[in-house]
T-cell receptor, first 115, second 115 residues
Framework: EAGVVQSPRYKIIEKKQPVAFWCNPISGHNTLYWYLQNLGQGPELLIRYENEEAVDDSQLPKDRFSAERLKGVDSTLKIQPAELGDSAVYLC?????????????FGPGTRLLVL | AQSVTQLDSQVPVFEEAPVELRCNYSSSVSVYLFWYVQYPNQGLQLLLKYLSGSTLVKGINGFEAEFNKSQTSFHLRKPSVHISDTAEYFCAVSGVKAAGNKLTFGGGTRVLVKP
């Protein structure tokens, strides 16, 4: 079974430029998450989708970040414009259901460096 | 709301020695508890989780953890480590009756196994 796929794996951009990250969850997983992981810290939830609906985006900085999950499968996270402080790893995860007992399966992440 | 504290940011250990990683949590509601491992440049992988029942939970790669409700702890142990256990380990919690599957992670413990 294929795991969560993310691309690109690495991205270097200059500040004020836009950037987008793509995620393909495990087949059949209805719930998709985007996390931000700063260096030396644990992941922090940015947004959670149940199918196409963003059900928890309270931690997403909406002035510059946006996300979409068309057709309830793949998802894209966008930053526009990027700032120096956005340098981090962006992790995508998926789970079969929404219960707190469900295991979340993580992709390898996209490492972003903003210069 | 929940919070997780991993008391050690780094743990050096010799190969074939035992290791214990400490995790304490705070929550006003009952929780599920998780340990994830992150190898360099990879996503997080579930080691084990506590949902209910026996407080001693066995996971993959010879790891086990013990849930202690009175001390609000969920420490991770392995009796004999290998070089390949060098990684970062994250403790996480989610609320049993919380809406949605929101994981709150600790700051991580970096384990360095020395030959």
């Amino acid at each position: 079974e294929a795991g969560v796929v993310q691309s690109p794996r690495y991205k270097i951009i200059e500040k004020k430029q836009p950037v987008a990250f793509w995620c393909n969850p495990i087949s059949g997983h209805n719930t998709l998450y985007w996390y931000l992981q700063n260096l030396g810290q644990g992941p922090e939830l940015l947004i959670r989708y149940e199918n196409e609906e963003a059900v928890d985006d309270s931690q997403l900085p909406k002035d510059r970040f946006s996300a979409e999950r068309l057709k309830g499968v793949d998802s894209t996270l966008k930053i526009q414009p990027a700032e120096l402080g956005d340098s981090a790893v962006y992790l995508c995860a998926s789970s079969l259901g929404v219960s707190g007992s469900e295991t979340q399966y993580f992709g390898p992440g996209t490492r972003l460096l903003v210069l | 709301a929940q919070s997780v504290t991993q008391l050690d940011s780094q743990v050096p250990v010799f190969e074939e020695a035992p290791v214990e990683l400490r995790c304490n949590y705070s929550s006003s509601v009952s929780v599920y508890l998780f340990w994830y491992v992150q190898y360099p440049n990879q996503g997080l992988q579930l080691l084990l989780k506590y949902l209910s029942g026996s407080t001693l939970v066995k996971g993959i790669n010879g790891f086990e953890a013990e849930f202690n409700k009175s001390q609000t702890s969920f420490h991770l142990r392995k009796p004999s480590v290998h070089i390949s256990d060098t990684a970062e380990y994250f403790c996480a919690v989610s609320g049993v009756k919380a809406a949605g599957n929101k994981l709150t992670f600790g700051g991580g413990t970096r384990v360095l196994v020395k030959p």
